[in-house]
């Protein structure tokens, strides 16, 4: 399984900003989708931003539309993440991911093939 490491990760405080970074093999093919899953101890993997490679189409869980920002730049197959206005609730483990296909059907993390370690974003209150 190939891997993809994730950086930019840390403790800030509710309404500061941090932006993530992926790099690795993120390409699974002309078409894929790329995208940024976040999880607590206890709790499923949740995805929480996806592009689509063929449009750059984007898609956003509802609690973070607004706030996060998703996007790729393709000559140096990076994936970033950009999150503003903070809250609490976004602190969790953030996993970038990446699969062959549309973002539309991939939303189970079981349906990603490539996965980072993740990188830890804290938000104190």
């Known amino acids: 399984q190939v891997q993809l490491a994730e950086s930019g990760g840390g403790s800030v405080q509710a309404g500061g900003s941090l932006t993530l970074s992926c790099t690795g093999s993120?390409?699974?093919?002309?078409?894929?989708?790329l995208a940024w899953f976040r999880q607590v101890p206890g709790k499923e993997r949740e995805r929480v931003a996806a592009?689509?490679?063929?449009?750059?189409?984007?898609y956003y869980e509802e609690s973070v539309k607004g706030r996060f920002t998703i996007s790729r730049d393709g000559a140096k197959k990076m994936l970033y993440l950009q999150m503003l206005m903070l809250k609490p609730e976004d602190t969790a483990m953030y996993y970038c991911?990446?699969?062959?296909?549309?973002?539309?059907?991939?939303?189970?993390?079981?349906?990603?093939?490539?996965w980072g370690q993740g990188t830890q974003v804290t938000v104190s209150s």
């Open positions: 993120l390409y699974t093919g002309y078409a894929a989708c």
């Open positions: 592009i689509f490679t063929g449009t750059d189409k984007t």
């Open positions: 991911a990446a699969v062959s296909g549309p973002c539309v059907n991939a939303v189970q993390p079981g349906q990603y093939s490539n």
